[in-house]
């Protein structure tokens, strides 16, 4: 039997309990691993990669394949929902949803457990979505090749949305995203002889006010970008001249080209920063997988199509999001589409709030296991651009 809607919410408040930061998700893959070795095993195959765990399962024409991607990793982040079924792990939440996205896969992984499909399915449980590129890092480890979808389909959930409905859009669906960490190293002193330091807090600030240039200068007014610089930190007290400052941030753009722009412009100002300071300068822009998330025409002209013809699906079509997944980089490889899921919730992802309806769990799987069963036929007379 697949799983049923009270058994998908008991697991899902399981995974609640024990979120774990990127690459570090031990027990929650021995948790998954639990609950999808208790599926039939008749067609179905199961690998690990480090915390990922691919599952394939093999269709009856096995020369198609069609690939459905969850993420898994928390965040370094208390939870404050008060919730019952809180996480057990101190500093570490569920706060961007991936406990929903877990779930959801498995319940549609456990009606294809039962029910044989035309083409094969490799589920791909991935870590480190949200730090470390997961979803990169398994691709490039050759992990997946044996399993190697021809399409893939995915879905972040959305606190905007009503829940259980599905929000999707051809194009871009996420930015794309690159870190920012500057380090500035001057020399410290005493409060009273400026003229002997080099005071770091003046030149990240300098740095900071100079940042503020790049989108509205330099980025095209149509297009769009994002630079936030979330944390500064320099000195230690009032009276003594900081030597060293680190500022940390993030990029957005919705075009790899823009991205590439705003980080050209980051460094030039980082160096420009650093020869007026005469101070150090160590800059790391790393974006990693996070390539903007650019749905396939074809597979996303089916998808919607799909959807909007459902009486049971609220179907919205949604705008671009600043928000990154490293789904960009899966899907810069595999053709497929990227949605979202509606979970309800006044908090914001990455909130210690955030407490996302329940309810989006089955009508995510019901919805989805409907596409897949449309798709699998579908997928052997693809053409993709
Ligand atoms: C959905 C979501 O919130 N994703 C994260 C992805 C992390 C991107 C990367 N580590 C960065 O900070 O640039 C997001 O922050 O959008």
Redesign the pocket.
Known sequence: MALSEPELIQIRRKLHQIPEIGMEEFETQKELLKIIQAMPQDHLEVKTWKTAIMVHVLGTDGSKTIGYRTDIDGLPVTEATGLPYASQHPGRMHA?GHDIHMTVALGILSHFAEVKPACNLTFIFQPA???ASGGKQLYESGALDAWMPDEIYAF?DNPQLPAGAIGCRQGTL??G???IHAHFTGKSGHAAYPHQANDMVVAGAQFVNQIQTIVSRNVDPIQSGVVTLGHFSAGTTGNVIAGECQIDG???ALTQVNNQLIQKRVRAIAEGVAQSFACELDLDL???G?LPVENNSQTTADFIAYMQQKPEVEFIETTPA?????FGFLISKIPGTMFWLGVESPYS??SEHLAPKEEAIMKGVTAMVGFLEHRQHAVFTAQYE
Do not use: S
């Open positions: 961007c979505e949200e730090n972040h996420f930015a995203t690159c870190e993030t990029i957005r790393h974006q990693g996070y600043m928000t990154g997944e490293d992802l990455h």
